[in-house]
């Protein structure tokens, strides 16, 4: 692992978390102090988070257990404050090269939460084949860096809402991020344009169009099966009828169709022995109208020709043993074209976001908060962002105290999340108090007497008719 750039170079890094802090409570406007020490019993508790209304036994939450879910329910979050405060910490990009970020989505599974509203099906990946259940998807926005570490900088997380598509939810996120990039002076006209890093399931040419004139890269993982095409020859004189738009054709699962590269690159790698990256420049995919995105397009107006560089990876070997693999397969497009083996090596950070969403649900209790409404899951969302970007602000300040059966690490590297969560307990106490105490009261009048409950009515979940898990 490699020691990790200071988030702000020249300022004190117990300072900057302070502030960060106390911007964190300037954010929670609704049942503040008992949202910001929720988020510090989160980080505080050793154990795994297995519910909301457990962290109310941590001696960093004040208030009594019924105030866990009073707040969750009833409090606020200022979404857009939080999240320029967690841009304003992004690490700055190396000389010469551009800000990466990623975007994936992550379920939260409910299939037994019967009252759960706005609850959409979810994919959810298991030893056996994947199964669509009841939940909530959740877009996160990350941004990602260089080194062998598991660290990533969350900055946002939507809740897929019933009739959206995770691609619009993204696209939304996209433009938000360039705002708050140059809004907090983290990006600025003559830098490389940022990039966005998305996996297979995203459609790298409806996004480039939404987003066209804009100051943004977007490298997109291609499935093997994908056909592109090159621009058409050039028109004979005296031809009659419609120009021809599309050209040969372009096959990932076929090499006869695939002409010499524009671009070949070899280099050594330690991971993955020899790697070879091909790159043809200027191919696009022929767009149909009987896709969801382009079914509103003007009939009168043809579709739009979207051109970027189709990469091709290969490996000699892969880093836990075994043979190759298939190759990997990306698309590249931005402003012009970039360097190939920057590319390559951007992707493979990505993965670092599945470890991000791996350490915040069994150790930050991201899906552990079995609430109703799904607001209030966003708020328990957002807590376990400022949450993550407190330990990634305190991973240079507190001691290692890992168990006694876990191996030291290397001298010089970053601590896990893991490790620094175990030691923020004592970080804690040297930062200064940012709640105020709870005010003795008296208790309530309580139930008024004969009083029923009322019934619940179930919600029912929502299938958009082209989902697989929709009934005929």
Same mark, same amino acid.
């Given at each position: 692992?490699?020691?990790?750039?200071s988030?702000?170079?020249?300022?004190?890094?117990?300072?900057?978390?302070?502030?960060?802090?106390?911007?964190?409570?300037?954010c929670?406007?609704?049942?503040?102090?008992a949202?910001?020490? @929720?988020a510090?019993?989160?980080l505080?508790?050793?154990?795994?988070?297995?519910?909301p209304?457990?962290?109310?036994l941590? !001696?960093?939450?004040?208030?009594?257990?019924?105030?866990?879910?009073?707040?969750?329910?009833?409090?606020?979050?200022?979404?857009?404050?939080?999240?320029?405060?967690?841009?304003?910490?992004?690490?700055?990009?190396?000389?010469?090269?551009?800000?990466?970020?990623?975007?994936?989505?992550?379920?939260?599974?409910?299939?037994?939460?019967?009252?759960?509203?706005?609850?959409?099906?979810?994919?959810?990946?298991?030893?056996?084949?994947?199964?669509?259940?009841?939940?909530?998807?959740?877009?996160?926005?990350?941004?990602?860096g260089?080194?062998?570490?598991?660290?990533?900088?969350p @900055?946002?997380?939507?809740?897929?809402?019933?009739?959206?598509?995770? /691609?619009?939810?993204?696209?939304?996120?996209?433009?938000?991020?360039?705002?708050?990039?140059?809004?907090?002076?983290?990006?600025?006209?003559?830098?490389?344009?940022?990039?966005?890093?998305?996996?297979?399931?995203?459609?790298?040419?409806?996004?480039?169009?939404?987003?066209?004139?804009?100051?943004?890269?977007?490298?997109?993982?291609?499935?093997?099966n994908?056909?592109?095409?090159?621009?058409p020859?050039?028109?004979l004189? /005296?031809?009659?009828?419609?120009?021809?738009?599309?050209?040969?054709?372009?096959s990932?699962?076929?090499?006869?169709?695939?002409?010499?590269p524009?671009?070949?690159?070899?280099?050594?790698?330690?991971?993955?022995?020899?790697?070879?990256?091909?790159?043809?420049?200027?191919? $696009?995919?022929?767009?149909?109208?009987?896709?969801?995105?382009?079914?509103?397009?003007?009939?009168?107006?043809?579709l739009?020709?979207?051109?970027?560089?189709?990469?091709q990876?290969?490996?000699?070997?892969?880093? $836990?043993?075994g043979g190759?693999?298939?190759?990997?397969?990306?698309?590249?497009? /931005?402003?012009?074209?970039?360097?190939?083996?920057?590319?390559?090596?951007?992707?493979?950070?990505?993965?670092?976001?599945? $470890?991000?969403?791996?350490?915040?649900?069994?150790?930050?209790?991201?899906?552990?908060?079995?609430?109703?409404?799904?607001?209030?899951?966003?708020?328990?969302?957002?807590?376990?962002?400022?949450?993550?970007?407190?330990?990634?602000?305190?991973?240079?300040?507190?001691?290692?105290?890992?168990?006694?059966?876990?191996?030291? !690490?290397?001298?010089?590297?970053?601590?896990?999340?893991?490790?620094?969560?175990?030691?923020?307990?004592?970080?804690?106490?040297?930062?200064?108090?940012?709640?105020?105490? !709870?005010?003795?009261?008296?208790?309530?009048?309580?139930?008024?007497?004969?009083?029923?409950?009322?019934?619940?009515h179930?919600r029912?979940?929502?299938?958009p008719?082209?989902?697989?898990?929709?009934?005929?």
């Amino acid at each position: 692992m490699h020691t990790l750039p200071s988030p702000t170079p020249g300022v004190d890094a117990l300072r900057e978390l302070a502030a960060f802090r106390s911007q964190l409570r300037s954010c929670l406007y609704r049942r503040g102090d008992a949202l910001f020490e @929720l988020a510090d019993a989160m980080l505080c508790t050793a154990h795994p988070v297995q519910s909301p209304v457990e962290l109310s036994l941590e !001696p960093e939450f004040l208030r009594r257990h019924s105030s866990v879910y009073d707040a969750l329910h009833h409090g606020g979050v200022s979404t857009d404050g939080l999240r320029q405060a967690l841009v304003q910490r992004l690490s700055p990009a190396r000389a010469g090269e551009p800000l990466m970020f990623a975007i994936d989505t992550t379920p939260l599974a409910r299939p037994d939460a019967r009252f759960a509203d706005q609850r959409t099906m979810v994919m959810v990946r298991s030893k056996g084949p994947d199964m669509f259940l009841p939940g909530w998807d959740y877009s996160v926005l990350v941004g990602i860096g260089w080194g062998a570490t598991s660290w990533v900088q969350p @900055l946002e997380a939507r809740r897929v809402r019933p009739t959206e598509q995770a /691609g619009e939810v993204a696209l939304r996120q996209i433009r938000t991020l360039l705002t708050d990039l140059q809004t907090t002076g983290r990006w600025q006209l003559g830098d490389p344009p940022p990039l966005i890093l998305l996996d297979a399931g995203y459609r790298g040419a409806e996004l480039a169009t939404e987003l066209d004139c804009l100051p943004v890269q977007l490298l997109v993982r291609l499935r093997s099966n994908r056909r592109f095409h090159f621009d058409p020859p050039p028109r004979l004189p /005296g031809t009659n009828g419609r120009p021809q738009r599309h050209g040969a054709e372009f096959s990932c699962a076929r090499p006869d169709t695939r002409p010499a590269p524009d671009n070949e690159t070899h280099l050594d790698s330690d991971r993955y022995g020899k790697v070879t990256i091909r790159a043809w420049h200027n191919l $696009h995919q022929q767009l149909t109208r009987r896709s969801s995105w382009w079914s509103d397009w003007p009939e009168d107006t043809p579709l739009p020709i979207v051109r970027g560089t189709v990469l091709q990876v290969h490996v000699e070997r892969l880093p $836990h043993g075994g043979g190759t693999e298939k190759d990997l397969w990306l698309w590249h497009l /931005g402003p012009q074209p970039a360097d190939p083996v920057l590319l390559w090596m951007a992707y493979m950070r990505r993965f670092d976001q599945e $470890h991000f969403h791996r350490f915040v649900k069994g150790h930050l209790g991201l899906g552990a908060a079995r609430l109703d409404a799904a607001e209030a899951v966003d708020r328990w969302i957002a807590l376990v962002l400022a949450a993550y970007t407190q330990l990634h602000l305190a991973r240079d300040l507190v001691d290692d105290l890992r168990r006694p059966w876990q191996a030291r !690490p290397p001298l010089g590297t970053t601590l896990s999340p893991y490790r620094v969560r175990l030691g923020f307990r004592r970080l804690r106490a040297k930062l200064p108090a940012i709640t105020k105490p !709870p005010k003795p009261r008296p208790a309530g009048p309580g139930r008024p007497k004969g009083s029923r409950n009322r019934p619940k009515h179930p919600r029912p979940t929502y299938r958009p008719p082209t989902s697989p898990c929709h009934p005929e």
